[in-house]
């Protein structure tokens, strides 16, 4: 079978969100040796287009416009680019395979005539009910971005989703969608057999979101000032930004309890890397304001690591209340309160670390997930 992708592809020598769940996909599909993948990706880094192969997987990179010129012209330089390109190509695929619809790569396919199947991932439409009050650029490129999803969802009949929450979202942008359920696949790293929580307890959250205000850091640092009142507890943060940003952000906020040697950025980390601060904290925070399935939530309970999450977007789909973790609301002092719930207490830690891992393990079963990737495809194909 040859399919053709369109994702935000990481490029190798650009900055840009890593993609691990796309890429562990498409390396896994290609080494079946029934399916060969080309992705097509854009890229206003680049002064020119792009082609290379990595891991058995053919990357297409198109030079666009600066995103900030283009969306003055609401992105319809870059939706053009890219959509005339496909239109050349797309008969030498037997399907499309949409990553998401939040940068236009649904638009972009929809002039070439082969079946279409678009993962859900992230929505604009709802992330940006939680930007900021103070308008920036963030706000213009969501509000074009959100037209662009509610006007071209329902051009697309085929959807892959995960969670409660984003079948939702899809049914409510296109009643007339056929659902398809799986899950995406995580880094090979986070299958590693585990040993359950010793009777010794890390001094550690850990936080896997940078300084990102959407992910919940500034509430990460708020309970982390609380509990510093009663508890020797750090953080450890994972992802962007710096240890300097990390104290500005806590000066600004007058968190006297917080102090260098209580936080630590470790910055953007392998899996590897991961995978070992993982098993150096007591928990994972992730007080996020909205989120489908967020990796972090997924390679933590195949790691071992209790996850204490807020109860939004398809969070609930992963996280069972009291069984493979603890939801808590966005109030610091519920937060707090489920981290004193979990620190010291042993019993708990190993509860939920062996029920989640367990389920995990089946949820997120690679085989299954690779071979019903494969079935989905067969059925858009039969019934496009």
């Known amino acids: 079978m040859n399919v053709l992708w369109l994702a935000a592809a990481p490029h190798p020598g650009k900055s840009g969100h890593p993609t691990p769940w796309m890429t562990s996909l498409a ?14 990706s854009y890229n206003h880094g680049l002064d020119k287009d792009e082609e290379l192969i990595k891991d058995g997987v ?51 396919g929809l002039s070439a005539k082969i079946p279409k199947v678009v993962s859900a991932q992230g929505f604009v439409t709802e992330y940006a009910k939680y930007l900021p009050k103070k308008i920036e650029y963030k706000h213009v490129s969501w509000a074009v971005a959100g037209y662009y999803e509610k ?27 056929v659902i398809h359920h799986n899950w995406e696949l995580i880094r090979t790293e986070f299958y590693t057999p585990i040993n359950l929580p010793a009777d010794t307890t890390n001094d550690a959250m850990l936080f896997v979101g940078g300084i990102n ?24 943060v994972t992802g962007y930004g710096t240890k300097e940003g990390l104290l500005e952000l806590a000066g600004t906020l007058e968190l006297k309890n917080i102090t260098e040697a209580s936080v630590e950025h470790r910055g953007m980390l392998t899996a590897p890397q991961l995978w070992d601060a993982y098993h150096e904290a007591f928990c ?46 966005l109030e610091i002092n519920d937060i707090v309160s489920s981290v004193e719930k979990l620190w010291g207490n042993v019993a708990l830690r190993k509860k939920l670390v062996g029920e989640a891992r367990s389920v995990s393990l089946e949820r997120f079963n690679a085989n299954h997930i690779i071979e019903h990737t494969q079935e989905i495809y067969r059925e858009v194909i039969a019934n496009p």
């Not at 896994?28 to 993948?37: A, N, P």
């Not at 006007?151 to 969608?177: E, G, M, S």
């Not at 994972?284 to 909205?290: A, E, G, V």
């Open 151 to 177: 006007k071209y969802a329902k051009d697309v009949r085929h959807y892959i989703c995960r969670t409660h929450w984003d079948k939702a979202v899809i049914r409510q942008l296109n009643p007339q969608a």
């Open 58 to 108: 053919k990357y297409i990179y198109l030079s666009v416009p600066d995103d900030k010129w283009d969306l003055l012209t609401g992105y319809t330089r870059r939706i053009r680019r890219v959509r005339d390109y496909v239109a050349q190509i797309a008969d030498q695929y037997d399907i499309m395979h949409i990553h998401g619809i939040e940068q236009q790569y649904h638009v972009m």
């Open 27 to 40: 390396n896994s599909l290609v080494e079946t040796g029934k399916i060969s993948i080309t992705v097509v």
């Open 284 to 329: 994972l925070l992730h007080p996020s304001y909205i989120d489908n399935s967020p990796n972090s939530v997924c390679e933590a309970q195949l790691a071992g690591l209790p996850v204490i999450a807020t109860n939004v977007g398809g969070v609930a789909s992963l996280v069972e209340d009291g069984a493979t973790g603890l939801l808590t609301s």
């Open 213 to 236: 205000t959407m992910k919940g850091i500034r509430e990460a640092l708020c309970a982390l000032n609380e509990l510093r009142n009663k508890l020797p507890i750090r953080l450890i």
